[in-house]
């Protein structure tokens, strides 16, 4: 079965370095998104990305956060200058089409800022 | 933005019992998922269900949309099952997100 795979598994920064976290969603999929999860707290929605653009993102995702699918297949999310408090699992997902079908998850990336 | 609501918190069960997980929303949904997270922190997907009921061995779950909940039961818990049961949902609209509920987290012990 086809899934959404995400690099590295596990990064380590230090605080004001910029890092780029990959995910590359399920092929024939057109929505997609990042999550977050701060170690014992919920998943909260970061973005969703549509047709090349963002079509939704959370108060969370301020001028330090970008996304970008620079090619076919990546989908990339940028945190700036990163911040301790950016510690947390990250999570990207995808779905194939619009309201009616679900959101597939990839295994996460922990980011861990020092 | 749409609430959700899981219960219990926590739940603690013998190896063998069954067990109920609650999750109630706000508005009307076009999307419901139930994850499992596992001691990795992987997010499992267990179903996908915006009304109705489905079953998968031991897993089944009920969403009753018009009265705005849906139900996860696990029928002779394992050891395995054990982690955090997350509800998510999706308002009616394209494209719209998934907002998780704060989960339940289970231990099952031997």
């Known amino acids: 079965e086809p899934e959404v795979t995400q690099t590295p598994s596990h990064q380590v920064t230090q605080m004001g370095q910029e890092v780029i976290l990959r995910c590359v969603p399920i092929s024939n999929h057109l929505y997609f998104y990042w999550y977050r999860q701060i170690l014992g707290q919920k998943v909260e929605f970061l973005v969703s990305?549509?047709?090349?653009?963002?079509?939704?993102k959370s108060e969370i995702f301020d001028d330090q956060f970008s996304v970008e699918r620079p090619d076919g297949s990546n989908f990339t999310l940028k945190i700036r200058s990163t911040k301790l408090e950016d510690s947390a699992m990250y999570f990207c997902a995808s779905r194939n089409s619009g309201g009616n079908s679900p959101l597939h998850f990839g295994n996460g990336t922990r980011l861990t800022v020092t | 933005g749409i609430q959700v609501e899981q219960s219990p918190p926590d739940l603690i069960l013998q190896e063998g019992a069954n067990s109920t997980l609650r999750c109630n929303f706000s508005?009307?949904?076009?999307?419901l998922q139930w994850f499992h997270q596992n001691p990795w922190g992987q997010l499992i997907n267990l179903f996908y269900i915006p009304s109705g009921t489905k079953q998968n061995g031991r897993l089944s779950a009920t969403t009753v949309a018009t009265e705005r909940y849906s139900l996860l039961y696990i029928s002779s818990s394992q050891t395995t099952d054990s982690g955090v049961y997350f509800c998510a949902v999706g308002p009616t609209g394209t494209a719209s997100k998934l907002t998780f509920g704060t989960g339940t987290r289970l231990q099952v012990t031997l």
């Open positions: 508005d009307s949904v076009n999307n």
């Open positions: 990305f549509y047709n090349n653009e963002i079509s939704e």
